[in-house]
Nanobody, 124 residues
Framework: QVQLVESGGGLVQAGGSLRLSCATSGRTFSTFAMGWFRQAPGKEREFVAT????????YYADSVKGRFTISRDNAKNTLYLQMNSLKPEDTAVYYCAAESLGRRTTNRDDYDYWGQGTQVTVSS
């Protein structure tokens, strides 16, 4: 079992930046591959980024590539998402998720644990 708690969301103007954090507790953080997903009103939850157990390998959705950076600090049991050059279409609830088999996957159904989400709103 692992518990995930996101923070760092808020309201920002287009072109601005935010850094999301996902604090974890319970099972050893470094045994999980981790991911970020987002869900806008009326839309399905979509993949944003994923990172391997060690943090060496990352993968991004095309819509955020070059603007967002996923990272992790296994000593602090924390996952991060640095979001730069934000656009109004980035507005969504952002969720962190843990995948217990260590697969760096874009499929939300592969993730075993989810946080409660944090709202990101980008104004134009």
């Amino acid at each position: 079992q692992v518990q995930l708690v996101e923070s760092g969301g808020g309201l920002v103007q287009a072109g601005g930046s935010l850094r999301l954090s996902c604090a974890t507790s319970g099972r050893t953080f470094s045994t999980f591959a981790m991911g970020w997903f987002r869900q806008a009103p009326g839309k399905e939850r979509e993949f944003v980024a994923t990172i391997s157990r060690s943090g060496v390998t990352t993968y991004y959705a095309d819509s955020v590539k070059g603007r967002f950076t996923i990272s992790r600090d296994n000593a602090k049991n924390t996952l991060y998402l640095q979001m730069n050059s934000l656009k109004p279409e980035d507005t969504a609830v952002y969720y962190c998720a843990a995948e217990s088999l260590g697969r760096r996957t874009t499929n939300r159904d592969d993730y075993d644990y989810w946080g409660q989400g944090t709202q990101v709103t980008v104004s134009s």
